[in-house]
């Protein structure tokens, strides 16, 4: 099942760039979440939506920015990125905020 | 905020062999979840088990709320079993799950 897509599924980008994460979910979900899963560490919440509404922002560094224009779609604006936050980021939703959630395929970015 | 613990950190099995993952954590839950990450690094549901038992397959999984712990349990195992195997869980009023470091299941043929 493939009710949650995320792209794209690998970025390279430089430190100067801008670029977009987009994450896209057919389930009829209220809730989304962006996770980063850094190499040899467990997944770790960045930002949580209800109702399209941000409620949760785990002291993430400003040069990610989320958006979500509708219940369906998240997006993460990324700009002067460093190699540091190279890593892969999933996409989440479930019904309700702390509901089941179903995971996106994951962007592999990576900062050079 | 709660605290999640996964053992064994490295599993390594026969092919055909079977084998008992577990998870405790640390504070009463109201969501747990066992997914499979696949080498691609898609996280795949296989267990939403906040107490009771499941059973879907060669897999099954418990989850003992009142003793803070879940076991998923893998039988007759296959190489396309290999993987990570996370648990996560939410707890309270907290809106996200919270991730154990994982196992690294390797089943060789």
């Known amino acids: 099942e493939t009710g949650v897509t995320q792209t794209p599924r690998h970025l390279v980008m430089g430190m100067t760039n801008k670029k977009s994460l987009k994450c896209e979910q057919h389930l009829g979900h209220n809730a989304m979440y962006w996770y980063k899963q850094s190499a040899k560490k467990p997944l770790e919440l960045m930002f949580v939506?209800?109702?399209?509404?941000?409620?949760e922002n785990n002291s993430v560094p400003s040069r990610f920015s989320p958006e979500c224009p509708n219940s369906s779609h998240l997006f993460l604006h990324l700009h002067t990125l460093q190699p540091e936050d190279s890593a892969l980021y999933l996409c989440?939703?479930?019904?309700?905020?702390?509901?089941?959630?179903?995971f996106g395929q994951g962007t592999r970015l990576t900062v050079v | 905020g709660i605290q999640v613990e996964q053992s064994p950190p490295d599993l390594i099995l026969q092919e055909g062999a079977n084998s008992t993952l577990r998870c405790n954590f640390s504070?009463?839950?109201?969501?747990l979840q066992w997914f499979h990450q696949n080498p691609w690094g898609q996280l795949i549901n296989l267990f939403y088990i906040p107490s009771g038992t499941k059973q879907n397959g060669r897999l099954s999984a418990t989850t003992v709320a009142t003793e803070r712990y879940s076991l998923l349990y893998i039988s007759s195992s296959q190489t396309t079993d290999s993987g990570v195997y996370f648990c996560a869980v939410s707890s309270g009023s907290a809106r996200q799950l919270t991730f154990g470091s994982g196992t690294q299941l390797t089943v060789l043929p």
């Open positions: 504070d009463s839950v109201n969501n």
């Open positions: 939506y209800s109702l399209e509404e941000r409620v």
């Open positions: 989440a939703s479930s019904r309700r905020a702390s509901g089941e959630a179903f």
